[in-house]
Protein backbone atom coordinates (compact mmCIF):
# COMPACT_ATOMS: atom_id res chain seq x y z
CA UNK A 1 0.00 0.00 0.00
CA UNK A 2 1.45 3.40 -1.14
CA UNK A 3 1.69 6.42 1.43
CA UNK A 4 3.04 9.53 0.76
CA UNK A 5 3.40 11.97 3.46
CA UNK A 6 4.68 15.78 3.28
CA UNK A 7 6.87 17.84 5.81
CA UNK A 8 7.28 21.30 5.56
CA UNK A 9 8.19 24.56 7.76
CA UNK A 10 4.82 25.71 8.09
CA UNK A 11 5.40 29.48 8.52
CA UNK A 12 7.56 31.68 6.26
CA UNK A 13 8.50 35.08 5.46
CA UNK A 14 7.85 37.01 2.25
CA UNK A 15 10.88 35.87 0.09
CA UNK A 16 12.29 33.16 1.78
CA UNK A 17 12.46 29.65 -0.10
CA UNK A 18 9.73 27.16 0.22
CA UNK A 19 11.04 23.80 0.89
CA UNK A 20 8.69 20.78 1.38
CA UNK A 21 9.61 16.92 0.85
CA UNK A 22 6.98 14.15 0.47
CA UNK A 23 8.69 10.79 1.75
CA UNK A 24 6.95 7.65 -0.24
CA UNK A 25 6.10 4.34 1.37
CA UNK A 26 4.76 1.15 -0.53
CA UNK A 27 6.58 1.66 -3.57
CA UNK A 28 9.55 3.69 -5.34
CA UNK A 29 9.90 6.43 -6.71
CA UNK A 30 11.64 4.88 -9.41
CA UNK A 31 9.60 2.16 -10.46
CA UNK A 32 8.78 2.34 -14.36
CA UNK A 33 6.21 4.97 -15.45
CA UNK A 34 5.34 6.52 -12.31
CA UNK A 35 5.00 10.04 -11.94
CA UNK A 36 5.34 11.99 -9.02
CA UNK A 37 3.18 15.74 -8.53
CA UNK A 38 3.32 18.78 -6.19
CA UNK A 39 0.22 20.64 -5.84
CA UNK A 40 -1.32 22.99 -3.73
CA UNK A 41 -5.19 24.69 -2.71
CA UNK A 42 -5.91 27.68 -1.32
CA UNK A 43 -9.69 29.30 -0.90
CA UNK A 44 -8.95 31.57 -3.27
CA UNK A 45 -7.12 29.69 -6.37
CA UNK A 46 -8.46 26.28 -5.66
CA UNK A 47 -6.44 23.28 -6.66
CA UNK A 48 -3.04 24.48 -8.56
CA UNK A 49 -0.78 21.75 -9.73
CA UNK A 50 2.84 22.77 -9.54
CA UNK A 51 5.01 20.56 -11.27
CA UNK A 52 6.50 16.81 -11.69
CA UNK A 53 9.24 14.38 -11.21
CA UNK A 54 9.47 11.32 -13.21
CA UNK A 55 10.24 7.66 -12.28
CA UNK A 56 13.39 8.72 -14.40
CA UNK A 57 14.26 12.18 -13.08
CA UNK A 58 12.40 14.25 -15.48
CA UNK A 59 10.79 17.65 -14.42
CA UNK A 60 7.88 19.26 -15.90
CA UNK A 61 6.67 22.87 -14.42
CA UNK A 62 3.74 24.43 -13.99
CA UNK A 63 4.87 27.78 -16.96
CA UNK A 64 3.20 30.23 -14.14
CA UNK A 65 5.96 29.07 -11.50
CA UNK A 66 8.28 28.15 -13.64
CA UNK A 67 11.13 30.34 -12.48
CA UNK A 68 10.59 30.12 -8.94
CA UNK A 69 10.36 26.30 -8.39
CA UNK A 70 13.08 23.60 -8.49
CA UNK A 71 11.44 19.45 -8.19
CA UNK A 72 14.34 17.12 -7.14
CA UNK A 73 14.84 13.92 -5.97
CA UNK A 74 16.11 11.83 -3.11
CA UNK A 75 16.43 7.96 -4.06
CA UNK A 76 18.23 6.24 -1.51
CA UNK A 77 15.19 8.10 0.51
CA UNK A 78 12.75 7.46 -1.76
CA UNK A 79 11.98 10.98 -1.23
CA UNK A 80 11.10 14.06 -3.60
CA UNK A 81 11.31 17.84 -2.56
CA UNK A 82 10.07 21.30 -3.78
CA UNK A 83 11.49 24.73 -3.59
CA UNK A 84 10.13 27.79 -4.29
CA UNK A 85 11.76 31.04 -3.96
CA UNK A 86 10.82 34.34 -3.24
CA UNK A 87 7.77 33.55 -1.45
CA UNK A 88 4.63 35.77 -0.99
CA UNK A 89 1.42 36.10 0.40
CA UNK A 90 0.24 34.25 -2.43
CA UNK A 91 1.58 31.03 -2.18
CA UNK A 92 0.08 30.25 1.16
CA UNK A 93 -1.42 27.33 0.55
CA UNK A 94 -1.86 23.53 1.56
CA UNK A 95 0.77 21.42 -0.13
CA UNK A 96 0.05 18.05 -1.29
CA UNK A 97 2.06 15.60 -3.10
CA UNK A 98 0.29 12.56 -5.11
CA UNK A 99 1.34 10.02 -7.78
CA UNK A 100 -2.79 10.84 -8.97
CA UNK A 101 -3.93 7.74 -6.62
CA UNK A 102 -2.10 8.14 -3.70
CA UNK A 103 -2.53 11.78 -1.93
CA UNK A 104 -0.79 13.18 0.89
CA UNK A 105 -2.66 14.24 3.83
CA UNK A 106 -0.98 18.01 2.90
CA UNK A 107 1.02 20.11 4.63
CA UNK A 108 -0.20 23.90 5.57
CA UNK A 109 2.16 26.85 4.51
CA UNK A 110 1.55 29.95 5.60
CA UNK A 111 3.41 32.75 4.62
CA UNK A 112 3.46 36.00 6.49
CA UNK A 113 5.59 38.85 7.41
Known amino acids: QVQMRESGPGLLKPSQTLSVTCTVS??????????WNWLRQSPDKGLEWIGV???????GYNPSLESRISISRDNTKNQFSLRLSTVSPDDTAVYYC?????WGQGTQVLVSA
Open 26 to 35: GDSITTTDTY
Open 53 to 59: ITYDGRT
Open 98 to 102: TNWGV
